[in-house]
């Protein structure tokens, strides 16, 4: 009897080792430890024992029933890992190819959407214009010293009676009058966002820039509206922090006007060697000059306003701490620059 | 208007206690801006940007009545101390040293002396260090005197040698064109016509006023008497001289911005003093100065009503007066009614209440204003603005790979097939037209891509502008994109897909056309 079960034990060892599939292999489960396997025919046979020796064998028989599953077990593990297909799911993925807008349309986009939010309108005015809506209407006559400032482009083509000479505009300026006669009635708060051309080019002047023009027409507006605008943009545009401040300077359309600074976002207003005293120029602003009013249809007693106007490309390599050493590199066509945004 | 103003001259007419960093600091904030202080020959030297408009402070003396209206605003004293003059000739409107006709026009007040027997030399070391600290170049004592008054009052100066005038005898009039003069600096010039010249008594020419003297009149060593000229003239004439000439002298910058005739007295009394106290000369008793009409003091009036209005907050009467006194308004008040009575120095600049306005307000400090958001109605949206259709269009083109590009509106020649602007004044030949296509700027662009391998996507939305007759150009905001290395069934797919995405309704052509190869262009044409 024992000899028997020994001699099962290595049979099915034996057979387990060398099964080539999962269906082999369940026979044999069948076959040894099943309900009507060879071992439990031997078990059933133990009452044909002598008492003494019953206990003994039923151990024995025990042993090799778990010693036989156990293999069985380890068997069908190691054949489900065979059979399995290979695949490796840290592989990189297979991305698609990844677009890319231009810094420009991200900036825009990010002052115009500051600027809605508080009932600014967004528009576009012509950036081929006429002398009167650059300059003239802006109270800048012909031969103005201040009109040098503005290096500017004219148009190869016959002089307009009313208008005068046809220029590439030097600034978003020239959409106020246009925004005046737009509009007739107030309240204005235009968002004027368009390219704009100089006579310049070098590592930081551009022939082609933009701009963004705020107007706000209306009546009882005061500097105080202008500051408190001003600081709403630089809280939303530039940081929580930030706020804005005024000092004088001069324009020939704004009265008063003033130079815009923005505390230093690198020190916090405390001053460091990128700030003047912890403040950084922004740009220009004004109230807008009574004259300009008039120009626009409206009238300077009835109604007041404030302007403003600064480039978009400073403004925002101003936000973005971007330092691009060469400015024209913005509009250059390059790969390698335009892949980065 | 950038200036350099040490601080010892500076303070030579500010009697303050004020560090250099307060005066810098609250000039910035209310004044003309201090870009920064730097050392120059031991003293803390000034770089400050003056506005155009407000010459009157663009000398040493002007920013001294700056400060002294600014600085008590921060609860500093200040005060602005008199230029001290000792000698006081007589001005009459003709002298016997000198025989002159004088345009009006052109020439708002004439004024001269003649000085004999000075001696040249170089100045003292004050002098020398104050106009090295200016940037000035020091020659001897007689340039360095006109250039030390310039500074010093923003008042031009010029000096002829009296004896190479001949018949000491000058007429001011409007240049003929065509003329030709050499300037001190040796520049032969042909003259435009309508420039403000000087000839003398045998009909030379010797001086292109207000830019710069002629070289056949000026002094040299062998000089035995000077002329001393301080003027005014018409600024518009000095401007187009200036500009047409390409000459711009400190002199031209300063008379084309209008200056005070005022001014005059001072600037040639002022002259003659330092003449006589450094070059031992000895001055005529009487100044010929013609002046035919004298300024009329400048009044404005305007409600406190309107200025509460501007600035948004009440500022009290007493104060309004105690901000505009130190810079040399007068004020009176009758009822709520303010009448200010301008000085001569800035009749060219305030012109109207708004004025008045922002001189308040600014010594008052545009810093010390609250910060508020408008109330009331907020305009209506445009309802067909194309900004949401263009940022779609941008974000899907993204999301097929494309890479946004911005190229420039100005093109060569070579790249224009039909009709369009040319520019008069560009920058190059490669700049010159206005596109009227994004075509060649995309192949461009592409082009400047050549070294990648890779299939790559570009696009572009912009103006191109159509010329129309006798009205702007028609400004036609488009979209173009171009492929490289990409497979034509695929760029398609991505002009079907955009097109869907759009729920335009299309139908696909073949049409031939230039610059595509022939039988491989394809047209979509909406059919809806």
Same mark, same amino acid.
């Given at each position: 009897?024992?000899?028997?079960?020994?001699?099962?034990?290595?049979?099915?060892?034996?057979?387990?080792?060398?099964?080539?599939?999962?269906?082999?292999?369940?026979?044999?489960?069948?076959?040894?430890?099943?309900? +009507?396997?060879?071992?439990?025919?031997?078990?059933?046979?133990?009452?044909?024992?002598? !008492?003494?020796?019953?206990?003994?064998?039923?151990?024995?028989?025990?042993?090799?029933?778990?010693?036989?599953?156990?293999?069985?077990?380890?068997?069908?593990?190691?054949?489900?890992?065979?059979?399995?297909?290979?695949?490796?799911?840290?592989?990189?993925?297979?991305?698609?190819?990844?677009?890319?807008?231009?810094?420009?349309?991200?900036?825009?986009?990010?002052? +115009?959407?500051?600027?809605?939010?508080?009932?600014?309108?967004?528009?576009?005015?012509?950036?081929?214009?006429?002398?009167?809506?650059?300059?003239?209407?802006?109270?800048?006559?012909?031969?103005?010293?201040?009109?040098?400032?503005?290096?500017?482009?004219?148009?190869?083509?016959?002089?307009?009676?009313?208008?005068?000479?046809?220029?590439?505009?030097?600034?978003?300026?020239?959409?106020?009058?246009?925004?005046?006669?737009?509009?007739?009635?107030?309240?204005?708060?235009?968002?004027?966002?368009?390219?704009?051309?100089?006579?310049?080019?070098?590592?930081?002047?551009?022939?082609?820039?933009?701009?963004?023009?705020?107007?706000?027409?209306?009546?009882?507006?005061?500097?105080?509206? !202008?500051?408190?605008? !001003?600081?709403?943009?630089?809280?939303?545009?530039?940081?929580?922090?930030?706020?804005?401040?005024?000092?004088?300077?001069?324009?020939?359309?704004?009265?008063?006007?003033?130079?815009?600074?923005?505390?230093?976002?690198?020190?916090?207003?405390?001053?460091?060697?990128?700030?003047?005293?912890?403040?950084?120029?922004?740009?220009?602003?004004?109230?807008?000059?009574?004259?300009?009013?008039?120009?626009?249809?409206?009238?300077?007693?009835?109604?007041?306003?404030?302007?403003?106007?600064?480039?978009?490309?400073?403004?925002?390599?101003?936000? +973005?701490?971007?330092?691009?050493?060469?400015?024209?590199?913005?509009?250059?066509?390059?790969?390698?620059?335009?892949?980065?945004? | 208007?950038?200036?350099?103003?040490?601080?010892?001259?500076? /303070?030579?007419?500010?009697?303050?206690?004020?560090?250099?960093?307060?005066?810098?600091?609250?000039?910035?904030?209310?004044?003309?801006?201090?870009?920064?202080?730097?050392?120059?020959?031991?003293?803390?030297?000034?770089?400050?940007?003056?506005?155009?408009?407000?010459?009157?402070?663009?000398?040493?003396?002007?920013?001294?009545?700056?400060?002294?209206?600014?600085?008590?605003?921060?609860?500093?004293?200040?005060?602005?101390?008199?230029?001290?003059?000792?000698?006081?000739?007589?001005?009459?409107?003709?002298?016997?040293?000198?025989?002159?006709?004088?345009?009006?026009?052109?020439?708002?007040?004439?004024?001269?002396?003649?000085?004999?027997?000075?001696?040249?030399?170089?100045?003292?070391?004050?002098?020398?260090?104050?106009?090295?600290?200016?940037?000035?170049?020091?020659?001897?004592?007689?340039?360095?005197?006109?250039?030390?008054?310039?500074?010093?009052?923003?008042?031009?100066?010029?000096?002829?040698?009296?004896?190479?005038?001949?018949?000491?005898?000058?007429?001011?009039?409007?240049?003929?064109?065509?003329?030709?003069?050499?300037?001190?600096?040796?520049?032969?010039?042909?003259?435009?016509?309508?420039?403000?010249?000087?000839?003398?008594?045998?009909?030379?020419?010797?001086?292109?006023?207000?830019?710069?003297?002629?070289?056949?009149?000026?002094?040299?060593?062998?000089?035995?008497?000077?002329?001393?000229?301080?003027?005014?003239?018409?600024?518009?004439?000095?401007?187009?001289?200036?500009?047409?000439?390409?000459?711009?002298?400190?002199?031209?910058?300063?008379?084309? /911005?209008?200056?005070?005739?005022?001014?005059?007295?001072?600037?040639?009394?002022?002259?003659?003093?330092?003449?006589?106290?450094?070059?031992?000369?000895?001055?005529?008793?009487?100044?010929?100065?013609?002046?035919?009409?004298?300024?009329?003091?400048?009044?404005?009036?305007?409600?406190?009503?309107?200025?509460?209005?501007?600035?948004?907050?009440?500022?009290?009467?007493?104060?309004?007066?105690?901000?505009?006194?130190?810079?040399?308004?007068?004020?009176?008040?009758?009822?709520?009614?303010?009448?200010?009575?301008?000085?001569?120095?800035?009749?060219?600049?305030?012109?109207?209440?708004?004025?008045?306005?922002?001189?308040?307000?600014?010594?008052?400090?545009?810093?010390?204003?609250?910060?508020?958001?408008?109330?009331?109605?907020?305009?209506?949206?445009?309802?067909?603005?194309?900004?949401?259709?263009?940022?779609?269009?941008?974000?899907?083109?993204?999301?097929?790979?494309?890479?946004?590009?911005?190229?420039?509106?100005?093109?060569? /020649?070579?790249?224009?097939?039909?009709?369009?602007?040319?520019?008069?004044?560009?920058?190059?030949?490669?700049?010159?037209?206005?596109?009227?296509?994004?075509?060649?700027?995309?192949?461009?662009?592409?082009?400047?891509?050549?070294?990648?391998?890779?299939?790559?996507?570009?696009?572009?939305?912009?103006?191109?502008?159509?010329?129309? /007759?006798?009205?702007?150009?028609?400004?036609?905001?488009?979209?173009?994109?171009?492929?490289?290395?990409?497979?034509?069934?695929?760029?398609?797919?991505?002009?079907?897909?955009?097109?869907?995405?759009?729920?335009?309704?299309?139908?696909?052509?073949?049409?031939?056309?230039?610059?595509?190869?022939?039988?491989?262009?394809?047209?979509?044409?909406?059919?809806?």
């Amino acid at each position: 009897m024992k000899e028997d079960i020994i001699n099962t034990k290595n049979e099915a060892l034996a057979q387990i080792m060398t099964v080539k599939s999962l269906g082999e292999l369940e026979e044999l489960r069948i076959a040894y430890v099943g309900r +009507s396997g060879k071992l439990s025919r031997l078990i059933k046979k133990i009452v044909d024992l002598p !008492l003494e020796k019953r206990k003994e064998t039923g151990f024995l028989i025990n042993e090799v029933k778990n010693t036989i599953s156990k293999i069985l077990a380890e068997q069908k593990n190691s054949l489900q890992n065979s059979i399995r297909e290979w695949f490796d799911p840290t592989i990189p993925g297979l991305k698609p190819i990844r677009g890319h807008l231009h810094l420009v349309t991200y900036a825009i986009q990010e002052i +115009s959407s500051v600027f809605e939010k508080i009932g600014f309108v967004r528009v576009r005015y012509p950036e081929v214009e006429w002398d009167w809506f650059a300059f003239e209407s802006l109270n800048m006559s012909q031969g103005h010293p201040a009109r040098d400032e503005w290096e500017t482009f004219f148009v190869d083509t016959p002089t307009h009676p009313k208008y005068g000479q046809m220029v590439l505009t030097p600034h978003t300026s020239s959409g106020q009058v246009r925004e005046m006669m737009r509009v007739k009635i107030p309240p204005i708060r235009m968002i004027n966002i368009a390219k704009s051309y100089r006579r310049q080019s070098d590592v930081s002047h551009i022939p082609m820039f933009h701009q963004f023009e705020g107007l706000v027409v209306d009546k009882n507006i005061s500097i105080v509206h !202008l500051k408190g605008t !001003l600081d709403y943009f630089a809280r939303n545009f530039f940081g929580p922090k930030r706020k804005t401040r005024l000092r004088p300077s001069h324009f020939q359309f704004t009265e008063p006007s003033f130079e815009v600074d923005i505390s230093c976002g690198v020190c916090g207003g405390v001053g460091c060697k990128l700030c003047k005293a912890g403040w950084v120029e922004l740009g220009g602003a004004g109230m807008v000059h009574p004259v300009v009013l008039k120009n626009g249809g409206m009238d300077p007693k009835k109604y007041t306003g404030f302007a403003f106007g600064w480039g978009v490309e400073r403004t925002f390599m101003m936000k +973005s701490g971007l330092d691009i050493p060469d400015i024209r590199l913005l509009y250059s066509s390059d790969l390698r620059f335009l892949t980065q945004s | 208007m950038d200036l350099l103003i040490p601080n010892g001259w500076l /303070k030579e007419f500010l009697e303050t206690s004020a560090s250099v960093k307060q005066i810098a600091e609250c000039l910035s904030l209310c004044g003309p801006s201090v870009e920064r202080v730097t050392q120059t020959e031991g003293d803390s030297v000034y770089s400050i940007e003056v506005t155009t408009n407000r010459v009157d402070s663009a000398s040493v003396y002007g920013i001294a009545r700056e400060a002294s209206s600014i600085l008590p605003r921060f609860g500093i004293k200040a005060t602005l101390l008199p230029i001290e003059v000792s000698f006081d000739q007589k001005s009459v409107g003709s002298v016997g040293y000198f025989n002159t006709k004088v345009d009006p026009l052109l020439c708002t007040r004439f004024s001269a002396i003649l000085l004999k027997d000075f001696k040249i030399k170089s100045s003292p070391s004050w002098m020398i260090e104050r106009l090295k600290q200016v940037g000035e170049r020091v020659i001897n004592n007689i340039v360095d005197i006109s250039n030390y008054v310039m500074y010093e009052l923003g008042q031009p100066v010029h000096t002829f040698d009296y004896d190479k005038i001949l018949g000491a005898k000058i007429i001011l009039r409007e240049s003929k064109k065509g003329e030709k003069i050499i300037t001190l600096d040796g520049k032969k010039h042909t003259l435009p016509g309508g420039d403000i010249v000087i000839e003398d008594g045998s009909g030379k020419l010797i001086d292109l006023c207000g830019i710069m003297g002629g070289l056949n009149s000026a002094v040299d060593g062998n000089t035995k008497n000077v002329l001393l000229f301080v003027q005014t003239y018409n600024p518009i004439n000095i401007r187009k001289t200036s500009m047409f000439l390409a000459h711009r002298t400190e002199a031209a910058v300063l008379f084309e /911005k209008t200056l005070d005739p005022e001014l005059v007295t001072l600037g040639i009394k002022r002259g003659i003093d330092l003449f006589v106290k450094l070059t031992e000369g000895k001055p005529e008793k009487e100044i010929l100065d013609i002046y035919p009409l004298p300024y009329k003091p400048k009044k404005l009036s305007m409600k406190l009503e309107f200025i509460r209005k501007v600035l948004g907050i009440e500022i009290p009467k007493q104060d309004i007066n105690k901000m505009l006194t130190p810079l040399g308004f007068e004020t009176s008040w009758k009822r709520n009614t303010l009448e200010v009575t301008v000085p001569s120095w800035r009749a060219n600049d305030i012109e109207i209440s708004e004025d008045i306005i922002e001189e308040v307000v600014r010594i008052y400090g545009y810093h010390n204003l609250p910060s508020t958001l408008m109330e009331g109605k907020i305009p209506d949206i445009i309802i067909n603005s194309s900004f949401g259709f263009e940022s779609k269009l941008k974000n899907i083109l993204k999301g097929y790979g494309g890479t946004e590009v911005y190229t420039p509106s100005l093109v060569p /020649k070579n790249w224009i097939r039909q009709n369009a602007l040319k520019l008069k004044n560009p920058l190059g030949s490669d700049s010159e037209y206005l596109r009227t296509s994004l075509m060649p700027s995309l192949v461009f662009a592409a082009k400047e891509n050549s070294s990648e391998k890779d299939s790559f996507h570009l696009f572009e939305i912009s103006n191109v502008y159509l010329p129309k /007759k006798g009205n702007l150009p028609d400004e036609k905001i488009t979209l173009a994109g171009i492929f490289a290395n990409t497979d034509f069934r695929k760029t398609k797919g991505i002009v079907e897909s955009l097109l869907e995405e759009l729920n335009v309704i299309y139908s696909v052509d073949q049409e031939d056309s230039m610059f595509y190869s022939a039988s491989k262009r394809i047209v979509f044409k909406s059919s809806s």
